[in-house]
């Protein structure tokens, strides 16, 4: 019976979380406000479809591109990671 408690609770969590995305992609328990986007390692930022992730929090494309700061993923409260009052819980689909 947990079990099945279980896997109902995060049925919900991962619906609600994607209906709230819109247009959006889902970042761990955040929104990315890019369709189709990369979600960086630890899913606080993201980057658009095309784009990698790197080690500084910058988007790349490849040689000779120009890098930028990747996208803040929005929480449901509203807030970011780079909000100092946000408290991040560790996601549960990860192992």
């Not at 099945?4 to 992609?25: D, H």
């Amino acid at each position: 019976m947990k079990t099945i408690a279980a896997v109902l609770l995060l049925a919900i969590m991962a619906s609600g979380t994607a209906g709230q995305c819109g247009e959006g992609t889902v970042c761990g328990q955040g929104c990315c406000p890019l369709p189709n986007a990369v979600c960086c390692p630890g899913n606080v930022f993201c980057c658009p479809n095309g784009w990698k992730c790197d080690d500084e929090g910058s988007c790349v494309q490849g040689p000779g591109s120009r890098n930028f700061t990747a996208i803040d993923v929005v929480f449901p409260s509203g807030t970011n990671a780079t909000d100092p009052d946000v408290f991040l819980l560790p996601s549960l689909f990860t192992m």
